[in-house]
C-alpha cells in the first residue's frame, strides 16, 4: 500500500497532463483539416 499510494498520485498527475494536453492539438488539427477537404 505503501509504493502504490506514491505511484498513484504520480500516475494521474502524469497521465492527466500528457493526454488532455496533447489530444486537443491533433484533436483539433484532425477534424479542422478533415472538415475543409472533406467538404
Known amino acids: 500500500m ?3 499510494e506514491p ?3 504520480s500516475a ?3 497521465f492527466g497532463t500528457q ?3 496533447t ?3 491533433p484533436f483539433i ?3 479542422a ?3 475543409p477537404p472533406g467538404i
Open 29 to 31: 488539427d484532425d477534424p
Open 19 to 21: 493526454p488532455p494536453a
Open 2 to 4: 505503501l509504493p502504490k
Open 12 to 14: 494521474p498527475p502524469a
Open 33 to 35: 483539416a478533415m472538415a
Open 23 to 25: 489530444p486537443p492539438l
Open 7 to 9: 505511484v498513484a498520485p
